[in-house]
């Protein structure tokens, strides 16, 4: 953004100075680390379970390592000016989740579930496909600006995806959530993907629109409110919001979306009226739908209540579930330091232990140290997106990077707090962590946006062109 | 744009920051309460995944243990468990555990607090958790006799036997019983045993522990306990002194004259004839001429009207205060609202045959770690003084005489003294229901001490109504529980 007619020593940008080291090799000693940790964790459950190193190790290990090498070279070739961290992070994080998704498989308990024992090889499955794509978006998304191209298809598609499961005999009901289609074998959850397309919506729509945001507004006790007609967009996304909660009575999706949009809105527009707006719009919300959903009622009933829940559940009560205590059980049995992987019971919570519960089995085993540990490679992952919006040279890559890092930051601390009892539970799972095909896919595709982005931030300045006219735009500083 | 941007970081800074906050009240703060939640299976779980102590009896572990399928590794397992089931009580996966298993649940699973320095070292030594031992007073071969003599008589019943000088506990048997093995697991075959041993779907209601938690009027056996009280409060002085008992005798506010089991000898008898024939007019009429406070003080003093835990619970006996003279009168011949647990009786038996001291009756001898270290021992301690020593003697003189020469002659054993009291107790409406048979008899060595005494009580509903009487079919098995204890000390 910061072309100068003053020599080169005078550049202004928000980034390293020119020629910038590409830090691909301090990404490939994280990755080292990153595949052989997971497997130690492996070997871990196996020699607590069995008493012997599982015989998969040298495939498992050796597949978590093809699929994070190829990541690597294929960001070497393509971005190699990115963020070195977030690839590393993403494949630690993944790799330690297939571990505690194979540890679930092993649990007698668990026989009797859908995919009983054999959700670690189909989530290794999903994960070579979520790499694919992340190949995918490295290598034919050469500029992430060309998203800006497709911002009101984004917003049919985000719209389409979000109402698919709502489409009879293609949407299905599991446990109240109606957030799930199902494909052939394949269950799909398209909330997931609709992140990624709404936040290219979202960043596109308000780079052209900020300005009329953020200026036309009028003072009112010491808050800009907007213009009516400005207003219309967030009425519309939070509209759309509300309407998820009530047909898919999915109160995290919903939290999400909106508090994405809201993050969006006050970065673009800088103006702290919004933050008031959605935070007042978002509770308004969920307390009237939660007042009249008797899903959403039994969830913030769970939650204020657990051990009731529990009762009820297990006097054979239709409709409740023992989960949301179990986990409690889980967190509270692993303490400080866990049980040590294999170890712990966390397979009692039974349905869902390892999508949505994932997170009790790390609380249980690797107890408080290792959980407080995983949250902050979560918080790593954040902290990386948001430096990347910081360094963007454009105002829709800051858009896109902010608003995919923040909806992540969301989703975790959405699934995490609900899971630890914080907040009522939703229907999100962990990202990379938790078993399911659609989260881990689209999360790749989100790290591969990412990618991009800081690649296009950090990569140094193209060299001045000779002649300055050919500049579409030159601003000139005084 | 870059100041939103960093405002943003540090709003999820603070979302990861309170998921922080709340992972450490969770798994720190509350970790403990959320760990030992009595509705956490990981409790029950770890609570099975090792061995079991055991339960011994003369040295030799009375129980075991097998492996289970589930997430329960072991489940108790009992030798001759019916037997036994009386004084272990039981253990089950599924439906918890009673008796000596749940009062020293902590030292058999390894739990109690008593071990924590122990498995804290052992913790660190990377040994595996074991459970300790629970060490009882009990006599194989006595509590064998014991129930072998109620399973041949194939009715109801139970027999306590306990050695007079400590309180230690020889014998408690119960029939019918059931298999603690059983109900065991926590699989649907556990689940089925446990339905058919409930008293609902089995009159004979096999888990009830009748040794210690039926009541059961003593009738004849009771009148010891009359003896005793008018020895003690000088009512008389001696067995052989003529008692003032006309016959018939009406008692007193009542039309109703008190009857006798046929024509024996009562009018005026002296106590020794009156316990050897036992008459119901003399000790009726005894017991009123003490009258309600006196004959209460004694039976208090032998333990009635309270609970005895030995560890385990035992139902109070019951002797009613702020009764009316004939109800009294009735009262000390072990009729109207007398009743009393086997337990009771043995101990009334011990405490004559101890020369009037009471000894707390117990079970449980020694604690004992995974190493067989002592822990804890329990030392004979003495309840109560129901009866001087002299007038114990006197006592034991004229039950003694009862099986020389008495009801109770199917008690006697070759060379060696024996006393004891028969008693039919009679129930039910107008007298309707089959009558209890009891017996109580102690053993005595030549130095005068006593070896054993026991109680034993019958419950006969097919029997014919004149063929029960204590000595008929209660006495042969006190006899047997006495020699099979005598023998064992030889």
């Given at each position: 953004?910061?072309?100068?007619t003053?020599?080169?020593t005078h ?6 100075a020119?020629?910038?080291p590409?830090?691909r090799n301090?990404?490939l000693?994280l990755?080292?680390?990153a595949?052989?940790i997971p497997?130690?964790a492996?070997?871990?459950v196996?020699l607590?379970?069995n008493?012997e190193v599982p015989a998969?190790l040298?495939?498992y290990g ?11 070279l ?6 190699p000016?990115?963020d070195?961290?977030l690839l ?10 297939l571990?505690a998704?194979w ?11 859908e995919?009983a024992?054999?959700?670690a090889?189909?989530q290794?499955?999903?994960t ?5 794509l ?6 034919f998304?050469?500029d992430?600006r ?5 911002t009101?298809?984004?917003m ?6 979000l109402?698919?499961p709502?489409?009879p005999?293609l949407?299905?009901n599991i446990?109240?959530?109606k957030?799930?289609i199902q494909v052939?074998?394949f269950?799909?959850?398209p909330?997931e993907f609709?992140?990624i ?5 979202f960043?596109?729509?308000l780079m052209?629109k ?14 800009y409110?907007?213009?009516g007609?400005?207003?219309g967009?967030?009425?519309?996304v939070?509209i759309v919001?509300?309407?998820i909660?009530?047909?898919e009575?999915d ?11 809201v993050?969006m809105?006050y ?8 933050i008031v707006?959605g935070?007042?719009m ?11 959903e ?5 969830r913030?009933?769970a939650w204020?209540?657990?051990m009731k829940?529990?009762?009820?559940s297990?006097?054979?009560?239709g409709g409740?579930s023992?989960?949301?205590?179990q986990?409690l059980?889980?967190f509270?049995?692993?303490?400080t330091?866990?049980?040590g ?5 966390s ?5 869902a232990?390892n999508s949505?519960?994932?997170l009790a089995?790390?609380?249980e085993?690797?107890g408080l140290?290792g ?5 902050l ?9 948001v ?5 963007a040279r ?7 990077a902010?608003?995919?890092s923040?909806?992540?930051a969301?989703q975790?601390f ?8 914080l907040?009522?539970l939703?229907g999100?799972t962990?990202p990379f962590l938790a078993?399911g ?13 990412l990618l ?5 931030a950090?990569?140094?300045?193209p060299a001045a062109?000779?002649?300055?006219d050919?500049?579409?735009t030159?601003v000139?500083?005084? | 744009?870059n100041?939103?941007l ?5 709003f999820c800074?603070?979302?990861v920051?309170?998921l922080l ?11 403990d ?8 299976r990981?409790v029950a779980?770890e609570r ?7 339960i011994?009896?003369?040295g030799?572990a ?8 589930g997430d ?5 397992t ?6 036994w089931?009386p004084?272990?009580?039981?253990v089950?996966?599924a439906f918890g555990?009673?008796q000596?298993e749940?009062?020293?649940d902590g030292?058999?699973t390894?739990n ?9 070292l052992d913790?660190?030594?990377?040994k595996?958790r074991?459970?300790?031992n629970?060490?009882t007073t009990?006599n194989?071969a006595?509590q064998?006799?014991a129930y ?5 008589q194939?009715a109801?019943?139970a027999v306590v036997?306990?050695?007079p000088?400590?309180g230690k506990?020889l ?6 019983s ?6 065991a697991?926590?699989?649907e ?6 339905n ?12 009830l522990n009748?040794?210690?938690?039926e ?8 009148k010891?306990v009359t003896?005793a009280?008018?020895l003690?409060h000088?009512?008389?002085d001696?067995a052989d ?6 016959l018939p ?5 009542t039309t109703?004259e008190?009857?006798n089991?046929?024509n024996?000898?009562c009018?005026?008898?002296t106590l ?6 036992s ?23 032998f333990?009635?009207?309270?609970e ?6 035992s139902s109070?006996?019951v002797?009613s205060d702020?009764?009316n003279?004939s109800?009294?009168a009735l009262s000390?011949?072990g ?5 009393a ?7 009334v ?5 101890n020369?009037?001291t009471?000894m707390k009756p117990?079970?449980?001898d020694?604690?004992?770690?995974p190493?067989?270290d ?27 005489t009862v099986?020389e020469?008495g009801t109770g002659?199917?008690a006697?054993?070759?060379g ?5 009291k028969?008693g ?5 409406e107008?007298n309707?229901?089959?009558?209890y048979?009891?017996?109580i ?15 034993v009580?019958i419950e006969?509903d097919n029997?014919v109504?004149?063929?029960?009487s204590g ?6 098995i006190?006899?047997n529980?006495?020699?099979?204890v005598?023998?064992s000390?030889k």
């Open positions: 953004m910061s072309s100068t003053n020599p080169p550049h202004t940008s928000t980034i390293g020119i020629g910038a590409s830090r301090t990404e000693a990755l080292v680390f595949v052989l497997v130690f492996y070997a871990n196996g607590a379970i008493d998969g040298l495939s050796f597949g978590l390592g093809l699929l994070a090498g190829v990541g690597h294929v960001v070497r070739k393509f971005a000016y990115a070195p961290l590393p992070l993403a494949t630690l994080l993944n790799g330690l989740g571990v998704i540890r679930l498989d092993q649990s007698e308990l668990l026989q009797d579930i995919q024992g054999t959700a090889p189909r290794l499955m999903y070579a496909m979520g790499i694919a992340f190949v995918a978006v490295m290598i998304l050469k992430h060309v998203l800006q191209r497709y009101y298809i984004s049919l598609g985000a719209l389409f995806l109402l698919l709502l489409v005999g949407g299905k446990y109240g959530a957030i799930w052939g074998s269950s799909i959850q909330g609709a992140k397309v709404l936040a290219i919506f960043a596109g729509y052209v900020r300005d009329a945001l953020a200026l036309a507004s009028r003072r009112f006790m010491g808050l409110l907007p213009r007609r400005d207003l967009p967030i009425l519309v939070w919001s509300i309407l909660l009530v047909f009575t109160l995290g999706t919903s939290l999400l979306f909106f508090g994405m949009f993050i809105l970065v673009a527009t800088e103006r702290t009226s919004w707006f935070l007042m978002s509770a308004v919300g969920a307390v009237g739908v939660a007042s009249f008797p899903h959403i009622q039994q913030v009933d204020l209540d657990p829940e529990y009762a009820l297990r006097a054979g009560v409740h023992e989960q949301a205590q986990a059980w889980a509270g049995s692993g303490g330091l866990g049980t992987w294999g170890q712990g019971h397979e009692l919570i039974r349905f232990a949505d519960f994932i089995t790390f609380g085993e690797l140290a959980l407080m540990a995983l949250l490679l979560y918080a790593l992952i954040v902290e990386r997106g430096r990347t919006a910081l360094a454009d105002p829709f890559g800051k858009l896109l902010i608003g995919l923040g909806a992540f969301l975790v959405v699934v995490a707090g609900g899971v630890m009892g907040i009522p939703t999100m962990m078993y095909g659609s989260s881990v896919i689209a999360n790749w595709a989100l790290i591969g946006i991009r982005i800081s690649d296009t950090r990569r140094p300045a062109p000779a002649n300055p050919a500049e579409m030159q000139v500083r005084p | 744009m100041k939103p960093r405002r943003i970081a540090i800074g603070l979302l920051l309170t906050i709340r992972d450490n009240w969770l798994q720190y703060v509350q970790a309460e959320l760990k030992e939640d009595e509705h956490n990981r779980i099975y995944a090792s061995p079991r102590g055991d011994i009896v003369d030799k009375i129980t075991s243990h097998a492996t289970t399928e329960f590794k072991y489940k108790r009992y030798k001759d468990g019916a037997m089931a004084v272990t009580g039981y089950s996966q555990a009673t000596l749940s009062i020293d030292i058999l390894g109690d607090d008593r071990l924590f320095f122990r498995n804290t913790m660190i030594t990377g595996k074991e459970g300790g629970v060490v009990l194989s006595a064998k006799a072998d003599g109620l399973k041949k194939g109801k019943g036997a306990i050695e000088s400590t506990i014998s408690m048997a119960s029939y019918p059931y298999d603690p093995t059983s109900i697991g926590s699989n075959a556990a689940g089925e045993a446990w058919k041993l409930q008293k609902k779907n089995n009159p004979d209601d096999p888990m009748r040794a210690l938690r009541v059961y009027p003593p009738g004849s056996t009771f010891v003896a009280a008018a003690e000088g009512k008389y001696s002194e003529k008692t003032d008992s006309p005798w009406t008692m007193p506010g109703t008190l009857k089991e046929g024996i000898p009018e005026d008898a020794r004839e009156a316990l050897r024939v008459c119901n007019t003399v000790f009726g009429k005894l017991g009123y001429d003490l009258g309600n406070a006196q004959m209460l003080e004694t039976a208090k003093k333990g009635f009207t309270e005895q835990f030995v560890p385990v619970r109070a006996s002797f702020g009764m003279d109800q009294v000390s011949i009729q109207y609202n007398t009743a647990t086997p337990l009771q009786m043995a101990m038996t011990s405490a004559i045959a020369n009037g009471l117990y079970m449980v020694e604690l004992q770690a190493n067989l002592t822990i804890e021992k329990t030392d004979p301690e003495e309840m109560s003084k129901p009866l001087s020593a002299d007038n114990a003697q006197i006592l034991q003189s004229m039950m003694e099986v020469d002659t199917n006697q054993i070759d060696v003294k024996v006393g004891g028969t039919t107790a009679q129930h039910g107008n309707s229901k089959n009558p048979a009891w017996f008899s102690y053993a005595k060595a030549d130095d005068g001490s006593s070896p054993v005494a026991v109680a009580v006969d029997a109504r004149d063929d029960i000595g008929g079919l209660a006495a042969p006190a006899k529980v006495m020699e099979a005598i023998d000390k």
